[in-house]
Protein backbone atom coordinates (compact mmCIF):
# COMPACT_ATOMS: atom_id res chain seq x y z
CA UNK A 1 0.00 0.00 0.00
CA UNK A 2 1.63 3.38 -0.93
CA UNK A 3 1.36 6.19 1.25
CA UNK A 4 1.62 10.00 1.30
CA UNK A 5 4.03 11.82 3.46
CA UNK A 6 4.00 15.35 3.85
CA UNK A 7 7.44 16.90 5.11
CA UNK A 8 6.19 20.41 7.07
CA UNK A 9 8.26 22.36 10.00
CA UNK A 10 6.44 25.75 10.27
CA UNK A 11 9.54 27.93 9.54
CA UNK A 12 11.56 28.57 7.06
CA UNK A 13 15.50 26.71 6.78
CA UNK A 14 15.21 23.99 9.96
CA UNK A 15 15.97 21.40 7.03
CA UNK A 16 12.66 20.26 4.79
CA UNK A 17 13.94 20.50 1.86
CA UNK A 18 17.15 18.85 2.88
CA UNK A 19 15.17 15.69 4.56
CA UNK A 20 12.87 15.32 1.48
CA UNK A 21 15.68 14.48 -0.62
CA UNK A 22 17.56 12.16 1.68
CA UNK A 23 14.31 10.43 2.90
CA UNK A 24 13.52 10.56 -0.72
CA UNK A 25 16.68 9.03 -1.73
CA UNK A 26 16.73 6.57 1.20
CA UNK A 27 13.49 4.65 0.04
CA UNK A 28 14.79 4.06 -2.90
CA UNK A 29 17.81 2.71 -1.06
CA UNK A 30 15.62 0.00 0.20
CA UNK A 31 13.96 -0.56 -3.03
CA UNK A 32 11.22 1.68 -2.80
CA UNK A 33 8.99 3.05 -5.73
CA UNK A 34 9.24 7.09 -4.36
CA UNK A 35 8.40 10.47 -5.54
CA UNK A 36 8.94 14.02 -4.52
CA UNK A 37 6.92 16.33 -4.61
CA UNK A 38 8.25 20.51 -4.64
CA UNK A 39 4.95 22.13 -3.64
CA UNK A 40 6.89 25.22 -2.96
CA UNK A 41 5.69 27.20 -5.95
CA UNK A 42 7.63 30.03 -6.62
CA UNK A 43 10.65 29.24 -4.41
CA UNK A 44 11.87 25.94 -6.64
CA UNK A 45 14.58 24.47 -4.72
CA UNK A 46 14.24 20.62 -4.27
CA UNK A 47 15.33 19.83 -7.72
CA UNK A 48 18.56 21.68 -7.39
CA UNK A 49 19.24 19.82 -4.09
CA UNK A 50 18.67 16.56 -6.23
CA UNK A 51 21.06 18.06 -8.75
CA UNK A 52 18.21 17.72 -11.00
CA UNK A 53 17.27 21.02 -12.28
CA UNK A 54 18.53 20.82 -15.58
CA UNK A 55 16.20 18.38 -16.86
CA UNK A 56 12.90 20.11 -15.96
CA UNK A 57 10.94 20.45 -18.43
CA UNK A 58 7.21 20.60 -17.21
CA UNK A 59 6.48 21.18 -13.54
CA UNK A 60 3.75 20.61 -10.92
CA UNK A 61 1.51 23.57 -11.95
CA UNK A 62 1.35 22.18 -15.86
CA UNK A 63 0.56 18.97 -14.36
CA UNK A 64 -3.05 20.28 -12.24
CA UNK A 65 -4.04 22.80 -15.31
CA UNK A 66 -3.45 19.77 -17.98
CA UNK A 67 -0.90 21.23 -20.19
CA UNK A 68 0.93 18.13 -19.85
CA UNK A 69 0.74 14.24 -18.14
CA UNK A 70 2.16 13.24 -15.17
CA UNK A 71 4.20 11.24 -16.63
CA UNK A 72 5.85 13.96 -18.74
CA UNK A 73 6.81 15.91 -15.57
CA UNK A 74 8.55 13.56 -13.61
CA UNK A 75 11.71 13.43 -13.89
CA UNK A 76 14.15 10.19 -13.29
CA UNK A 77 17.05 10.73 -10.66
CA UNK A 78 20.60 10.28 -12.04
CA UNK A 79 21.43 7.21 -9.64
CA UNK A 80 17.72 5.51 -8.54
CA UNK A 81 15.71 4.62 -11.69
CA UNK A 82 12.98 4.07 -9.16
CA UNK A 83 13.10 7.90 -7.75
CA UNK A 84 11.36 10.73 -9.80
CA UNK A 85 10.80 14.14 -8.82
CA UNK A 86 7.64 16.13 -9.71
CA UNK A 87 9.05 20.23 -9.86
CA UNK A 88 7.58 23.00 -8.65
CA UNK A 89 6.99 25.78 -11.13
CA UNK A 90 9.26 29.07 -10.39
CA UNK A 91 7.16 31.51 -12.00
CA UNK A 92 3.76 30.54 -10.14
CA UNK A 93 2.19 31.39 -6.61
CA UNK A 94 1.15 29.63 -4.20
CA UNK A 95 -2.66 30.34 -5.36
CA UNK A 96 -2.22 28.13 -8.75
CA UNK A 97 -3.21 24.92 -7.09
CA UNK A 98 -5.84 23.63 -5.01
CA UNK A 99 -6.17 21.60 -1.80
CA UNK A 100 -8.52 19.39 -4.08
CA UNK A 101 -6.25 19.32 -7.32
CA UNK A 102 -3.25 18.25 -5.29
CA UNK A 103 -5.32 15.43 -3.61
CA UNK A 104 -6.45 14.68 -6.94
CA UNK A 105 -2.93 14.62 -8.09
CA UNK A 106 -1.49 12.51 -5.21
CA UNK A 107 -4.41 10.23 -5.32
CA UNK A 108 -2.84 9.60 -9.25
CA UNK A 109 0.59 9.28 -7.95
CA UNK A 110 -0.60 6.49 -5.60
CA UNK A 111 -1.06 3.94 -8.02
CA UNK A 112 2.32 3.60 -9.74
CA UNK A 113 4.72 4.80 -6.15
CA UNK A 114 5.05 3.50 -2.83
CA UNK A 115 6.03 6.48 -0.78
CA UNK A 116 5.00 9.98 -2.06
CA UNK A 117 6.90 12.54 -0.51
CA UNK A 118 5.83 16.26 -0.06
CA UNK A 119 8.23 19.28 0.32
CA UNK A 120 6.13 21.46 2.21
CA UNK A 121 6.69 25.14 2.18
CA UNK A 122 6.97 27.58 4.77
CA UNK A 123 4.49 29.26 6.73
CA UNK A 124 0.37 27.99 7.10
CA UNK A 125 -0.60 29.67 4.40
CA UNK A 126 -2.39 27.85 1.11
CA UNK A 127 1.15 26.71 0.64
CA UNK A 128 1.20 24.45 3.11
CA UNK A 129 -3.18 23.76 3.10
CA UNK A 130 -1.82 22.43 -0.25
CA UNK A 131 0.91 20.26 0.53
CA UNK A 132 -1.10 18.88 3.57
CA UNK A 133 -4.13 17.78 1.37
CA UNK A 134 -3.23 15.12 0.12
CA UNK A 135 -0.93 13.34 3.12
CA UNK A 136 -1.45 10.14 5.07
CA UNK A 137 1.26 11.24 8.04
CA UNK A 138 3.31 13.74 8.47
CA UNK A 139 7.03 14.42 9.45
CA UNK A 140 7.83 17.49 11.37
CA UNK A 141 11.44 18.99 11.09
CA UNK A 142 12.61 20.97 13.97
CA UNK A 143 16.05 21.91 15.17
CA UNK A 144 16.53 22.60 18.78
CA UNK A 145 15.85 26.34 18.70
CA UNK A 146 13.02 27.99 20.61
CA UNK A 147 11.60 29.69 17.37
CA UNK A 148 11.76 26.44 15.36
CA UNK A 149 10.05 24.38 18.49
CA UNK A 150 7.02 27.30 18.30
CA UNK A 151 6.56 26.98 14.82
CA UNK A 152 6.71 22.63 14.86
CA UNK A 153 3.91 23.16 18.12
CA UNK A 154 1.65 25.44 15.83
CA UNK A 155 2.33 23.23 12.90
CA UNK A 156 1.65 19.72 14.70
CA UNK A 157 -1.83 21.39 16.07
CA UNK A 158 -2.78 22.14 12.47
CA UNK A 159 -2.03 18.93 11.59
CA UNK A 160 -4.27 17.29 14.36
CA UNK A 161 -7.33 19.58 13.11
CA UNK A 162 -6.37 18.47 9.80
CA UNK A 163 -6.78 15.34 10.90
CA UNK A 164 -3.74 13.64 9.94
CA UNK A 165 -3.25 11.39 12.99
CA UNK A 166 -0.01 10.23 12.72
CA UNK A 167 2.35 12.57 12.91
CA UNK A 168 6.54 12.12 13.59
CA UNK A 169 9.36 14.14 14.16
CA UNK A 170 12.83 14.80 13.54
CA UNK A 171 15.38 16.65 15.64
CA UNK A 172 17.53 18.26 12.74
CA UNK A 173 20.93 20.02 13.05
CA UNK A 174 21.62 19.08 16.68
CA UNK A 175 24.85 19.98 17.95
CA UNK A 176 26.35 17.11 21.01
CA UNK A 177 28.85 19.54 21.90
CA UNK A 178 26.70 22.56 22.40
CA UNK A 179 24.40 20.33 24.22
CA UNK A 180 26.95 18.76 26.24
CA UNK A 181 27.66 22.37 27.62
CA UNK A 182 24.02 23.20 28.30
CA UNK A 183 23.64 25.84 25.18
CA UNK A 184 21.20 23.63 23.43
CA UNK A 185 18.17 22.15 23.95
CA UNK A 186 18.02 18.31 24.49
CA UNK A 187 16.29 16.11 22.21
CA UNK A 188 14.43 15.21 25.08
CA UNK A 189 13.42 18.86 25.84
CA UNK A 190 12.47 19.07 22.76
CA UNK A 191 10.17 16.12 22.51
CA UNK A 192 8.71 16.80 26.01
CA UNK A 193 7.44 20.24 24.76
CA UNK A 194 6.25 18.74 21.23
CA UNK A 195 4.60 15.12 22.77
CA UNK A 196 5.09 13.59 18.91
CA UNK A 197 7.07 10.45 18.90
CA UNK A 198 10.36 10.62 17.18
CA UNK A 199 11.35 9.52 13.91
CA UNK A 200 15.32 10.91 13.85
CA UNK A 201 17.60 12.95 14.95
CA UNK A 202 20.62 14.28 12.32
CA UNK A 203 23.15 15.97 13.85
CA UNK A 204 24.76 19.49 12.81
CA UNK A 205 27.17 18.37 9.75
CA UNK A 206 28.89 19.91 7.23
CA UNK A 207 28.57 17.13 4.79
CA UNK A 208 25.21 17.98 4.49
CA UNK A 209 26.21 21.41 3.28
CA UNK A 210 28.71 19.73 1.03
CA UNK A 211 26.10 17.29 -0.28
CA UNK A 212 23.58 19.99 -1.02
CA UNK A 213 26.08 21.98 -3.14
CA UNK A 214 26.77 19.09 -5.19
CA UNK A 215 23.01 17.98 -5.84
CA UNK A 216 23.75 14.57 -4.39
CA UNK A 217 21.68 13.93 -1.32
CA UNK A 218 23.80 12.34 1.86
CA UNK A 219 21.71 9.56 2.52
CA UNK A 220 23.84 6.08 2.83
CA UNK A 221 27.12 7.57 3.27
CA UNK A 222 29.21 7.07 6.30
CA UNK A 223 29.04 10.81 7.85
CA UNK A 224 26.75 10.69 10.93
CA UNK A 225 24.07 12.44 9.06
CA UNK A 226 23.54 10.35 6.22
CA UNK A 227 23.53 7.58 8.89
CA UNK A 228 20.95 9.45 10.40
CA UNK A 229 18.77 9.69 7.15
CA UNK A 230 18.96 6.50 6.59
CA UNK A 231 18.43 5.02 9.92
CA UNK A 232 14.82 7.76 9.49
CA UNK A 233 14.17 5.73 6.22
CA UNK A 234 14.38 1.87 7.64
CA UNK A 235 11.70 3.46 10.35
CA UNK A 236 9.60 4.90 8.45
CA UNK A 237 9.00 1.36 6.32
CA UNK A 238 8.65 -0.10 9.90
CA UNK A 239 11.75 -1.14 10.79
CA UNK A 240 12.68 -0.52 14.55
CA UNK A 241 16.18 0.90 14.35
CA UNK A 242 18.25 1.82 17.38
CA UNK A 243 18.85 5.74 17.52
CA UNK A 244 22.42 6.46 17.08
CA UNK A 245 24.68 6.86 19.67
CA UNK A 246 25.70 10.71 19.08
CA UNK A 247 27.32 11.56 22.00
CA UNK A 248 30.33 9.24 20.81
CA UNK A 249 32.61 11.67 18.39
CA UNK A 250 33.11 9.23 16.12
CA UNK A 251 36.77 9.30 15.74
CA UNK A 252 38.60 7.97 11.59
CA UNK A 253 39.09 4.79 13.39
CA UNK A 254 35.72 3.89 14.69
CA UNK A 255 34.40 4.96 11.34
CA UNK A 256 36.67 2.12 9.90
CA UNK A 257 35.49 -0.19 12.89
CA UNK A 258 31.86 0.53 12.06
CA UNK A 259 32.14 -0.11 8.59
CA UNK A 260 33.12 -4.06 9.49
CA UNK A 261 30.57 -4.42 12.77
CA UNK B 1 -62.69 11.14 31.66
CA UNK B 2 -60.72 8.76 29.18
CA UNK B 3 -57.31 9.05 31.11
CA UNK B 4 -57.17 9.19 34.54
CA UNK B 5 -53.93 10.73 35.05
CA UNK B 6 -53.18 13.34 32.23
CA UNK B 7 -49.32 14.78 32.30
CA UNK B 8 -48.71 18.13 30.64
CA UNK B 9 -45.78 19.90 30.89
CA UNK B 10 -43.85 23.50 31.01
CA UNK B 11 -40.64 25.33 32.00
CA UNK B 12 -41.13 25.11 35.06
CA UNK B 13 -42.17 21.56 35.49
CA UNK B 14 -45.20 19.07 35.17
CA UNK B 15 -48.72 19.58 35.76
CA UNK B 16 -50.73 16.46 36.84
CA UNK B 17 -54.70 16.35 35.62
CA UNK B 18 -55.97 13.71 37.95
CA UNK B 19 -59.34 11.55 38.00
CA UNK B 20 -61.88 13.08 40.39
CA UNK B 21 -64.21 9.74 40.39
CA UNK B 22 -61.55 6.31 40.95
CA UNK B 23 -59.95 5.85 44.68
CA UNK B 24 -56.73 7.08 45.33
CA UNK B 25 -54.77 3.42 45.05
CA UNK B 26 -55.98 3.18 41.15
CA UNK B 27 -54.98 6.93 40.92
CA UNK B 28 -51.63 6.08 42.40
CA UNK B 29 -50.70 3.28 40.07
CA UNK B 30 -51.69 5.41 37.10
CA UNK B 31 -49.57 8.05 38.02
CA UNK B 32 -46.79 5.81 39.05
CA UNK B 33 -47.40 3.99 35.41
CA UNK B 34 -47.06 7.29 34.00
CA UNK B 35 -43.83 8.78 35.48
CA UNK B 36 -41.97 5.04 34.90
CA UNK B 37 -43.25 5.78 31.04
CA UNK B 38 -41.43 8.95 30.76
CA UNK B 39 -38.54 8.31 33.00
CA UNK B 40 -35.80 8.09 30.94
CA UNK B 41 -36.88 11.58 29.20
CA UNK B 42 -36.55 13.21 32.41
CA UNK B 43 -33.93 11.52 33.82
CA UNK B 44 -32.60 13.18 37.02
CA UNK B 45 -34.39 16.35 36.33
CA UNK B 46 -35.14 18.93 38.40
CA UNK B 47 -38.72 20.08 38.54
CA UNK B 48 -41.76 21.18 40.29
CA UNK B 49 -45.07 19.44 40.15
CA UNK B 50 -48.38 20.71 40.50
CA UNK B 51 -52.03 18.91 40.39
CA UNK B 52 -55.17 19.73 38.58
CA UNK B 53 -58.72 18.18 38.74
CA UNK B 54 -58.95 16.75 42.22
CA UNK B 55 -57.88 17.82 46.07
CA UNK B 56 -56.14 15.81 47.54
CA UNK B 57 -54.84 15.58 51.22
CA UNK B 58 -51.56 16.20 52.60
CA UNK B 59 -51.01 12.83 53.30
CA UNK B 60 -52.25 11.26 49.61
CA UNK B 61 -49.58 14.26 48.10
CA UNK B 62 -46.80 12.95 50.53
CA UNK B 63 -47.63 9.37 49.06
CA UNK B 64 -47.27 10.25 45.76
CA UNK B 65 -44.02 11.96 45.77
CA UNK B 66 -43.02 9.49 47.59
CA UNK B 67 -43.73 6.81 45.03
CA UNK B 68 -41.80 9.46 42.33
CA UNK B 69 -38.89 9.70 43.96
CA UNK B 70 -38.38 5.80 45.29
CA UNK B 71 -39.48 4.78 41.44
CA UNK B 72 -37.94 6.97 39.21
CA UNK B 73 -34.90 9.46 38.93
CA UNK B 74 -36.85 12.64 39.17
CA UNK B 75 -36.04 15.20 41.37
CA UNK B 76 -39.27 17.32 42.59
CA UNK B 77 -38.02 20.45 44.06
CA UNK B 78 -41.74 21.45 44.84
CA UNK B 79 -45.07 20.90 44.49
CA UNK B 80 -47.36 24.52 43.82
CA UNK B 81 -50.75 25.04 44.02
CA UNK B 82 -52.28 26.97 40.62
CA UNK B 83 -52.64 30.07 42.24
CA UNK B 84 -50.08 32.98 40.56
CA UNK B 85 -48.43 34.48 43.68
CA UNK B 86 -47.06 30.53 44.09
CA UNK B 87 -46.50 29.69 41.10
CA UNK B 88 -43.92 32.80 40.68
CA UNK B 89 -41.39 31.46 43.66
CA UNK B 90 -41.82 28.09 42.25
CA UNK B 91 -40.36 29.63 39.38
CA UNK B 92 -37.53 31.44 41.59
CA UNK B 93 -36.90 28.18 42.77
CA UNK B 94 -36.25 26.33 39.83
CA UNK B 95 -34.44 28.64 38.21
CA UNK B 96 -32.33 29.60 41.55
CA UNK B 97 -31.29 25.61 41.51
CA UNK B 98 -30.46 25.55 37.47
CA UNK B 99 -28.04 28.45 38.38
CA UNK B 100 -26.82 26.68 40.79
CA UNK B 101 -26.26 23.07 38.94
CA UNK B 102 -24.24 25.26 36.36
CA UNK B 103 -21.87 26.96 38.92
CA UNK B 104 -20.70 23.49 39.83
CA UNK B 105 -20.28 21.87 36.32
CA UNK B 106 -17.48 22.48 33.86
CA UNK B 107 -15.90 20.84 30.78
CA UNK B 108 -13.24 18.07 30.51
CA UNK B 109 -10.89 18.56 27.47
CA UNK B 110 -8.47 16.07 26.55
CA UNK B 111 -5.72 16.69 24.17
CA UNK B 112 -2.73 18.88 24.46
CA UNK B 113 -3.41 22.59 23.45
CA UNK B 114 -0.52 23.59 21.04
CA UNK B 115 0.45 27.15 19.71
CA UNK B 116 -2.38 29.01 18.16
CA UNK B 117 -4.94 26.89 19.63
CA UNK B 118 -7.72 28.89 22.10
CA UNK B 119 -10.06 27.28 23.85
CA UNK B 120 -12.41 29.05 25.76
CA UNK B 121 -15.52 28.66 27.34
CA UNK B 122 -18.33 29.84 30.10
CA UNK B 123 -17.88 27.07 32.43
CA UNK B 124 -14.76 26.33 34.33
CA UNK B 125 -12.70 23.60 32.64
CA UNK B 126 -10.31 20.55 33.17
CA UNK B 127 -7.79 19.81 30.81
CA UNK B 128 -6.32 16.33 30.75
CA UNK B 129 -3.00 17.33 29.18
CA UNK B 130 -0.39 19.94 28.27
CA UNK B 131 -1.20 23.89 27.52
CA UNK B 132 1.77 24.58 25.52
CA UNK B 133 3.84 28.39 25.13
CA UNK B 134 1.44 30.40 22.49
CA UNK B 135 -1.95 28.18 23.64
CA UNK B 136 -4.65 29.98 25.56
CA UNK B 137 -7.83 28.93 27.80
CA UNK B 138 -10.32 30.68 28.60
CA UNK B 139 -12.88 30.43 31.30
CA UNK B 140 -15.54 31.95 32.80
CA UNK B 141 -14.59 29.92 35.81
CA UNK B 142 -11.87 27.74 37.74
CA UNK B 143 -8.92 26.16 35.02
CA UNK B 144 -7.23 22.83 35.83
CA UNK B 145 -4.47 21.64 33.95
CA UNK B 146 -3.96 18.09 34.71
CA UNK B 147 -0.66 18.43 32.95
CA UNK B 148 1.98 21.55 32.58
CA UNK B 149 0.78 25.08 31.89
CA UNK B 150 3.24 26.51 29.85
CA UNK B 151 1.21 28.98 27.96
CA UNK B 152 -1.59 31.32 29.30
CA UNK B 153 -4.55 30.88 31.25
CA UNK B 154 -7.45 33.56 31.78
CA UNK B 155 -9.57 32.59 34.52
CA UNK B 156 -13.01 34.55 35.93
CA UNK B 157 -12.85 35.73 32.30
CA UNK B 158 -16.42 37.52 33.41
CA UNK B 159 -14.63 39.93 35.89
CA UNK B 160 -14.27 37.31 38.99
CA UNK B 161 -12.21 37.52 40.54
CA UNK B 162 -12.03 34.71 43.27
CA UNK B 163 -11.51 32.50 40.58
CA UNK B 164 -7.96 29.77 41.03
CA UNK B 165 -5.57 28.26 38.26
CA UNK B 166 -4.63 25.00 38.99
CA UNK B 167 -1.60 22.65 37.12
CA UNK B 168 0.22 20.01 38.38
CA UNK B 169 4.01 21.87 36.27
CA UNK B 170 2.94 25.12 36.95
CA UNK B 171 5.31 27.02 34.06
CA UNK B 172 3.02 29.90 32.25
CA UNK B 173 3.86 32.77 30.36
CA UNK B 174 0.87 34.77 31.60
CA UNK B 175 -2.14 34.32 34.28
CA UNK B 176 -4.91 36.54 34.34
CA UNK B 177 -7.25 36.09 36.95
CA UNK B 178 -10.50 38.73 36.65
CA UNK B 179 -8.73 42.09 35.86
CA UNK B 180 -5.58 40.66 36.82
CA UNK B 181 -2.50 39.71 34.89
CA UNK B 182 0.97 37.83 35.97
CA UNK B 183 3.51 36.90 33.76
CA UNK B 184 6.32 35.28 33.58
CA UNK B 185 9.49 35.87 34.96
CA UNK B 186 11.82 37.44 31.92
CA UNK B 187 14.26 35.00 30.86
CA UNK B 188 15.07 32.27 28.09
CA UNK B 189 12.56 29.20 27.16
CA UNK B 190 15.84 27.40 27.52
CA UNK B 191 16.73 28.56 31.14
CA UNK B 192 13.48 27.92 32.06
CA UNK B 193 13.27 23.98 30.89
CA UNK B 194 16.49 24.00 32.58
CA UNK B 195 14.91 25.10 35.53
CA UNK B 196 12.09 23.15 35.89
CA UNK B 197 14.05 19.88 35.48
CA UNK B 198 16.22 20.93 38.61
CA UNK B 199 13.06 20.95 40.83
CA UNK B 200 10.31 18.25 40.84
CA UNK B 201 7.09 19.47 39.48
CA UNK B 202 4.22 19.57 42.37
CA UNK B 203 0.76 20.83 41.73
CA UNK B 204 0.31 24.65 42.04
CA UNK B 205 -2.25 27.03 42.59
CA UNK B 206 -2.43 30.56 41.51
CA UNK B 207 -4.97 32.65 42.67
CA UNK B 208 -4.87 36.63 43.70
CA UNK B 209 -3.61 37.90 47.13
CA UNK B 210 -3.55 41.44 47.67
CA UNK B 211 -3.95 42.68 43.94
CA UNK B 212 -1.33 40.17 42.33
CA UNK B 213 -1.79 36.92 40.94
CA UNK B 214 0.14 34.50 44.16
CA UNK B 215 1.50 31.22 42.62
CA UNK B 216 1.96 28.46 45.99
CA UNK B 217 1.93 24.93 46.13
CA UNK B 218 -1.42 22.94 46.98
CA UNK B 219 -1.97 22.32 50.38
CA UNK B 220 -4.94 20.91 52.76
CA UNK B 221 -6.20 24.08 53.29
CA UNK B 222 -5.57 25.68 49.74
CA UNK B 223 -9.38 25.67 48.78
CA UNK B 224 -10.95 26.19 51.90
CA UNK B 225 -11.57 30.29 51.39
CA UNK B 226 -12.09 29.68 47.85
Redesign the interface.
Known amino acids: MSEVIVITSGKGGVGKTTTTANVGTGLAQLNKKVVLIDTDIGLRNLDVVMGLENRIVYNLVDVVEGSCRIKQALIKDKKYPNLSLLPSAQTRDKSSVTPEQMKKLTDELREEFDYILLDCPAGIEQGFQNAIAGADRSIVVTTPE ?1 SAI ?2 A ?2 I ?3 L ?1 SNEIRQTQLIVNRLRMDMVKR ?4 TVE ?1 VCE ?1 L ?1 VNLIGVVPDDEQIVISTNQGEPLVGSDALAGKAFANICKRIIGEDVPFLDLQKKASVFERLAGLFK | MAQPVIMKSNKYGIILILDPEIPFQELLGHITDKFLESDKFFKNAHMALSFEGRTLSAEEEYQILDTISQKTSIHVICVIDSDKEREQYTKQRVEQQLEEDSGNTGRFYKGTLRSGQVLSCETSIIIIGDVNPGAKIISGGNIVILGALKGTACAGADGSENCFVVALNMNPVQIKIGSIIGRSEDKGLLASIREHKRTTPEPQVARIADGHILIEPITKNTFNNI
Open positions: VRDDRIGLEGDMMDIA
